[in-house]
Nanobody, 125 residues
Framework: QVALVESGGGSVQAGGSLRLSCAAS????????MAWFRQVPGKEREGVGS???????RYADSVAGRFTISRNYARNTLYLQMNRLKPEDTGVYYC???????????????????WGRGTQVTVSS
């Protein structure tokens, strides 16, 4: 049974940094398409970034150059390093996994089957 558990969220001032973690069990993060999404009340879940089996990453335009996705194989954990945070980065951040995806689905929530429960990130101005 797959379980994805996010951690590392919190409150930070604009310009600061946070690193989110997603500990996986029941799957191997290096063999799945993995991604981070975020959501604020009243809005659809937004793809932040994804990484494929080969390590190729893709980011939303709003976070490119500030956020970085990485994996730790020994810990079977996915990370999201977030730098130069802005108030508009506030939201609940979710980790997601998919065995197969088309390239167009990599930042689309509908493409992912397995989800964590999320961790709150709040950025104040």
């Amino acid at each position: 049974q797959v379980a994805l558990v996010e951690s590392g969220g919190g409150s930070v001032q604009a310009g600061g940094s946070l690193r989110l973690s997603c500990a996986a069990s029941g799957l191997t993060v290096s063999t799945y398409y993995m991604a981070w999404f975020r959501q604020v009340p009243g809005k659809e879940r937004e793809g932040v970034g994804s990484i494929d089996r080969g390590g190729s990453t893709r980011y939303a335009d709003s976070v490119a150059g500030r956020f970085t996705i990485s994996r730790n194989y020994a810990r079977n954990t996915l990370y999201l390093q977030m730098n130069r945070l802005k108030p508009e980065d506030t939201g609940v951040y979710y980790c997601a996994a998919a065995w197969t995806l088309s390239q167009t689905q990599r930042l689309q929530a509908a493409g992912y089957r397995d989800w964590g429960r999320g961790t709150q990130v709040t950025v104040s101005s």
